[in-house]
């Protein structure tokens, strides 16, 4: 299906601020721009580089004022998400070296913390794709998804504690609980058609079967239109933008998604 | 200042055909894409990847039938080249790591056997920038520039002794002679403002003065414009389709470049 | 200085376990091996392969049974760390896109939870290599360290609330202080000469004056002897060994560091 | 099969001079490092880095008078090279992206100019290893094999011509050969057990039915113990050392190879 996504992000700088933006999806294997525009106001120094997740970044200083970015592209991406309740769980000694650094506990998912409660929770399943399955499903219904509840990431612990959260913190929860169970698992960060309220979206990707299969326990059903900016080991990795010195507000954040043909 | 840059190209398809692509600019330090679109007709599934030098490719397999691509971008660039006389012949030993592949021979630049002439080129000149300067000069009073008079690369050797070449041949006999003066210099393929007859356009960059200096051989003054789409050793690394299988003749190849504002 | 360091681990390995090790010191800006063994017992298949960090890292599963594996190297380091309290603060929009990722928070640095305390502690400092000297200065008076007091590493929260920690748990806190300053620092894993007790050892390093320094808590004065091992975020990203599945007991950690000619 | 090898190299260097070597083999997925030494005399400063294609590669300035290196590992391969028959040809579009460099023409491989030969060469042969078999068995009974031949690397078309070479030239005839085929093909640069005369060597391998294989047209039969040094595109990627400035004569290259356990 072809989405075309939209960002419209407005601030008041009271300081020459350094930003580092992640807001240029990228064609991969997943998903394909056709078309893509980003504008900075004022037209300042913009320069972009690849981090080391492969993630497409733009960095900038914003000058006193009113400073505004307006992104948007078309993008070809999957109509449903890919399922395999087969897919199974891959052996540590066979997953490919770039894969290994998703089982490491980061800082919104203290995988380490969580096996006891990642075994009950997958009790009796297969190996892969079904374990992941039940984390997911377990957190849709234990963990209250509450959108615009949270203004800060909140760790697994963090979010197991409070039960609620906002989609970023389920992503969390979820991928702590498949690390603790050597599933690599990593945050994604980007736009869902049909989200309500529309706003960016973060869910998660496991490692099963040979391949990265994707999880979202804030939707029901394997319905797709996802389309992703950033990948990462947690919501530290994959901000859409981060800001140096002191905290601006931030005017507004404007998200749109609509179908322009299929 | 902005140009808005587009290329399309089309071809009648006999047998399924696999084509690699590099036709998508991206931002840098030295380029800003605000605008990019890529379409392909039909809309048959396509990979974009990155390759070893840092290039946007595109992987796809071509159907039967006509096919065709378009691809424009609206790309922030400078209105001048930069000039710095007195840029230094930076020492080995002191190149920056990712910089020393730039010093090897590759297929169309036979650095090897090109060190007496260089010599004799630049004798008298300050070791860096005016050395460079020097082959540029050089290539521009000795080798006929002639768009479109030869359809397959040449290489230094065979420019050389030919006397007259595309584009891209002068910029092959330019890097072969920096090489051999263990300067680091590389391909450029991309768009020029204002370039006569107007195609897809290359010229070299060479490593003086701890960064890359655009040379153009082809043209005279200082002046801009230039949107690089690839880097690469030399023309075998920065063809904007690479075609496998029984060859294709290509239909239309139409490049246009505008400036759009200032 | 040259040293030899080496490193014997044994274990009784009671199922089949998938080893990550990083014991493989390699040549870089800061050190030369030139001599280097990497020894396992039984000779099981051992893949190496290097991370996103750039450390060699080495993949086995280890058999049942005893199972062993030692490593030394006679390297060159140098003799007293580099000190520099002028190197000044780099802002953000100046530091090489490579050394971003040291400004996030991660596993066991929360930097995001900070600030207040790093402004408190290098007030009136200036900016750069005197705020992270006051880092280190308030860390060597304030947390007590105790060799081998915790097996499991600590965040910088909690080793800041207990007040106490091995050299990792120091230089987590030291890494969250100076990122909540907006100042990149990693985790370094490695030898020391004349640690007492001798035992592998953690430090960290931080961005200032446009290059890396040599931080570490647990030591007085400048000198040097150290030999890294592993970089990254934290110890998350820098275990000696990671062992996945049922917990292993090791049998023995002999470390030793010896210097060997000057 | 394990090996002990070692290199010896000896110059006088008449001003100062800056190397760049590849001395030191890997661990990886075909061979593991047990026991590395790399020693220079006089002990001027050295640093290690990793060059596009992943091989070790040391930088320094040889300075004045008598200059030499040694090195030596031990190293596990195997001791015979895997033959597949019906290894199929990859279709480009199922290549995996890192190994589609292999495919373009490099300085001493023209694979451009050899499709014709190439389809002589394999006609009738099954699309994959067969062809690359078929290759081989063509350059061991067409150009001869005379080791000492040739100080400076020729190029396919010239090895073509001449009918002899060196080890490293008849690797090029193959490489190019292949290529031309698009199959996947890199030239290793190493050491070989049992060679005559003992020296470093040459091979290729070739990408067929989903990963690398080993063909040397110097020898007969699948038997291994070949240790890998570098890997690039041809002989100008993987020279053993490559000195800047006027020549030097090498005073010695002493290389041995000897079987040590098994």
Redesign the interface.
């Known amino acids: 299906m072809w989405l075309r996504i939209s960002c419209d992000l407005a601030f008041t700088i009271e300081t020459a601020t350094?930003f580092?933006l992640m807001l240029r999806p990228?064609?991969?294997?997943e998903q394909?721009?056709?078309?893509?525009?980003?504008?900075i106001f004022p037209?300042v120094p913009?320069?972009?580089?690849?981090?080391?997740y492969?993630n497409l970044?733009?960095?900038?200083?914003a000058p006193l004022g009113d400073f505004s970015i307006q992104t948007t592209s078309d993008v070809?991406t999957s109509e449903f998400v890919d399922v395999d309740l087969y897919a199974p769980f891959v052996?540590?000694?066979n997953l490919p070296?770039?894969v290994?650094?998703y089982l490491?506990?980061?800082?919104y998912?203290?995988s380490?913390r969580f096996n006891d409660m990642a075994n009950t929770i997958t009790s009796g399943k297969l190996p892969g794709y079904q374990q992941v399955f039940a984390i997911e499903d377990w957190l849709r219904n234990t963990i209250s998804y509450i959108p615009g509840s949270s203004a800060?990431p909140m760790s697994a612990i963090e979010v197991n504690k409070k039960g609620s959260g906002v989609c970023r913190d389920l992503a969390h929860l979820g991928i702590a609980l498949c690390r603790s169970l050597?599933i690599p698992a990593r945050m994604v960060v980007g736009y869902l058609h049909n989200l309500k309220p529309m706003d960016m979206h973060a869910w998660f990707e496991a490692y099963v079967g040979g391949r990265w299969y994707v999880f979202d326990a804030t939707q029901t059903g394997s319905k797709g239109g996802y389309v992703s900016v950033g990948y990462g080991l947690d919501a530290?990795?994959v901000a859409i933008f981060t800001q140096?010195?002191p905290e601006i507000e931030i005017l507004q954040q404007h998200i749109t998604v609509e179908q322009i043909k299929n």
């Not at 990228?26 to 294997?29: A, K, T």
Request: glycine content about 8%; overall charge negative; charged content about 30%.
């Open positions: 350094p580092i990228r064609s991969g294997e394909w721009i056709e078309h893509d525009e980003f504008k037209n913009i320069i972009e580089f690849t981090d080391g492969g970044c733009q960095r900038l200083v070809q052996e540590i000694q070296n770039n290994l650094c490491s506990p980061s800082r998912c203290e380490d800060y050597s530290s990795d140096f010195g």
